[in-house]
């Protein structure tokens, strides 16, 4: 029910007004967004949405969730900077749990504020460890927004960076529904796999610093690898001396469903792990983790400002702890299962629809012109956007060609209000 009116507008005018034109917003007209509570978010003007986007998948359980809100309160009141120069509790506690909670003997955590630093720290620490500095990414993956960050990014529209770093090397992604070698699984045997020792051994000087991808593509739209993928690419990245750096920064935390990480799906312990985004259900936090050897290997000075900071270690201490506390990670995996039940469904009734993939709350739904061609159909993924918004519902988008719908609420969700959801995401369907 809309109460006030104008205010969404000049809400979006001062910020349009005062703020970079590069910063993009969803649809035609901003949303401003003034408050959130749960899965739903209110606009200026009374306006009210299911979140089906989290903020892209960062408000990982609820808005102003009770329990995490309070004790990141407690914290705010108590302590709220001192900078990584000085021991606090909060941090050295938070690594203790990352410690208790992570695969393969990874212990030795760095804080900062985002995935593009928790990314750079990694490929740092990689470099300094193995004595490379080649590091091979993948097609459509997505690393940041910093200069090193851009030219990991494998997307050309988020690589406006003009400083051009040489080192890195893109390879095939595991992209089975637009297979770059136009194989099928798993007659393919992993061609795009076994392709990343050629691409070493022709692209590189031999000698690699690190392998980073994400378990499952995020900005690239959701794209799940085969089970047996990421073993055999380890496999080879090590065997030229390299490093697996697994970027969680939107697969971790229970988002996959039935694990706390994403790589844990696929039978492989990375080196080194980063995360952010849904790390502290929306309060700024990066963080790269390691094992003892590794990280012993970085030498010389490091410090963040801000990394570290108590306010955001308590708040993703009490994220973990929810996350615990209210089965997530068993939650997640049931909800995801029933939610890709139900796009597969739309699948039947949309021939737009090509491809409907992903795990646990993380579901990509690609749209295309022609399902032979599998051209891709952006200009329908504007069309359902705006379809959505009037039905009081949140989505994202996302791949290469803007044609991939991202739904990927908080996991906090309920049943009633996932089936809610559902229904709003089929009447904007049924109108294209
Ligand atoms: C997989 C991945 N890595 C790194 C980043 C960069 O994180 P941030 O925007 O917090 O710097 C993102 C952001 O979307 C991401 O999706």
Redesign the pocket.
């Given at each position: 029910m809309k109460t006030e009116t104008r205010k969404n507008a000049e809400l979006t005018k001062k910020y349009k007004d005062f703020l970079f034109p590069s910063v993009i917003t969803y649809y035609q007209e901003p949303l401003p967004l003034v408050s959130g509570k749960g899965c739903r978010v209110m606009d200026a003007e009374g306006g009210e949405y299911l979140d089906f986007f989290g903020g892209?998948l960062t408000v990982s359980i609820a808005h102003c969730h009770e329990k995490i809100t309070k004790r990141t309160a407690e914290q705010l009141k108590k302590l709220q900077h001192v900078s990584t120069l000085y021991p606090t509790k909060p941090a050295a506690d938070l690594a203790e749990k990352l410690a208790s909670i992570c695969p393969g003997g990874l212990r030795r955590s760095f804080f900062t504020n985002?995935?593009?630093?928790?990314?750079e720290m990694a490929v740092m620490t990689a470099q300094h460890a193995t004595g490379n500095q080649e590091i091979i990414c993948l097609r459509h993956?997505?690393?940041?927004?910093s200069a090193m960050?851009m030219n990991m990014t494998a997307h050309s529209p988020w690589r406006i960076s003009k400083t051009l770093m040489p080192g890195i090397k893109h390879a095939h992604a595991a992209y089975c529904y637009r297979c770059p070698f136009k194989l099928s699984y798993p007659s393919c045997d992993l061609a795009c796999a076994k392709d990343v020792e050629e691409l070493i051994q022709t692209e590189t000087c031999g000698k690699v610093a690190a392998f980073l991808a994400?378990p499952v593509m995020?900005?690239g739209g959701f794209v799940v690898p085969p089970k047996d993928y990421f073993k055999v690419v380890t496999d080879i990245v090590h065997k030229y001396g390299g490093l697996f750096i697994a970027?969680e920064?939107?697969t971790g935390w229970g988002r996959t469903g039935g694990k706390w990480f994403g790589i844990e799906h696929f039978g492989v312990n990375p080196d080194i792990m980063t995360s952010?985004?849904g790390m502290a259900n929306g309060l700024p936090i990066?963080w790269t983790i390691t094992t003892d050897k590794i990280a012993e290997s970085l030498k010389g000075l490091t410090i963040s400002t801000f990394g570290g900071n108590p306010v955001s270690c308590a708040a993703a201490h009490a994220t973990i702890d929810a996350i615990e506390e209210e089965g997530l990670l068993q939650k997640t995996e049931k909800l995801g299962h029933i939610l890709r039940g139900h796009l597969l469904e739309f699948q039947k009734s949309f021939p737009c629809i090509g491809d409907v993939r992903g795990m646990g709350l993380m579901a990509g739904v690609e749209l295309v012109l022609d399902r032979k061609t599998k051209a891709p159909d952006a200009k329908s993924v504007v069309k359902i956007f705006e379809e959505t918004r009037k039905e009081g519902l949140l989505i994202g988008k996302g791949g290469l060609y803007g044609n991939i719908l991202r739904i990927s609420p908080p996991m906090g969700i309920s049943l009633a209000e996932l089936e809610e959801g559902i229904k709003k995401l089929r009447k904007a369907f049924e109108r294209l």
């Amino acid at each position: 029910m809309k109460t006030e009116t104008r205010k969404n507008a000049e809400l979006t005018k001062k910020y349009k007004d005062f703020l970079f034109p590069s910063v993009i917003t969803y649809y035609q007209e901003p949303l401003p967004l003034v408050s959130g509570k749960g899965c739903r978010v209110m606009d200026a003007e009374g306006g009210e949405y299911l979140d089906f986007f989290g903020g892209i998948l960062t408000v990982s359980i609820a808005h102003c969730h009770e329990k995490i809100t309070k004790r990141t309160a407690e914290q705010l009141k108590k302590l709220q900077h001192v900078s990584t120069l000085y021991p606090t509790k909060p941090a050295a506690d938070l690594a203790e749990k990352l410690a208790s909670i992570c695969p393969g003997g990874l212990r030795r955590s760095f804080f900062t504020n985002s995935g593009t630093e928790a990314d750079e720290m990694a490929v740092m620490t990689a470099q300094h460890a193995t004595g490379n500095q080649e590091i091979i990414c993948l097609r459509h993956s997505y690393s940041g927004r910093s200069a090193m960050a851009m030219n990991m990014t494998a997307h050309s529209p988020w690589r406006i960076s003009k400083t051009l770093m040489p080192g890195i090397k893109h390879a095939h992604a595991a992209y089975c529904y637009r297979c770059p070698f136009k194989l099928s699984y798993p007659s393919c045997d992993l061609a795009c796999a076994k392709d990343v020792e050629e691409l070493i051994q022709t692209e590189t000087c031999g000698k690699v610093a690190a392998f980073l991808a994400e378990p499952v593509m995020g900005v690239g739209g959701f794209v799940v690898p085969p089970k047996d993928y990421f073993k055999v690419v380890t496999d080879i990245v090590h065997k030229y001396g390299g490093l697996f750096i697994a970027d969680e920064v939107q697969t971790g935390w229970g988002r996959t469903g039935g694990k706390w990480f994403g790589i844990e799906h696929f039978g492989v312990n990375p080196d080194i792990m980063t995360s952010a985004k849904g790390m502290a259900n929306g309060l700024p936090i990066g963080w790269t983790i390691t094992t003892d050897k590794i990280a012993e290997s970085l030498k010389g000075l490091t410090i963040s400002t801000f990394g570290g900071n108590p306010v955001s270690c308590a708040a993703a201490h009490a994220t973990i702890d929810a996350i615990e506390e209210e089965g997530l990670l068993q939650k997640t995996e049931k909800l995801g299962h029933i939610l890709r039940g139900h796009l597969l469904e739309f699948q039947k009734s949309f021939p737009c629809i090509g491809d409907v993939r992903g795990m646990g709350l993380m579901a990509g739904v690609e749209l295309v012109l022609d399902r032979k061609t599998k051209a891709p159909d952006a200009k329908s993924v504007v069309k359902i956007f705006e379809e959505t918004r009037k039905e009081g519902l949140l989505i994202g988008k996302g791949g290469l060609y803007g044609n991939i719908l991202r739904i990927s609420p908080p996991m906090g969700i309920s049943l009633a209000e996932l089936e809610e959801g559902i229904k709003k995401l089929r009447k904007a369907f049924e109108r294209l």
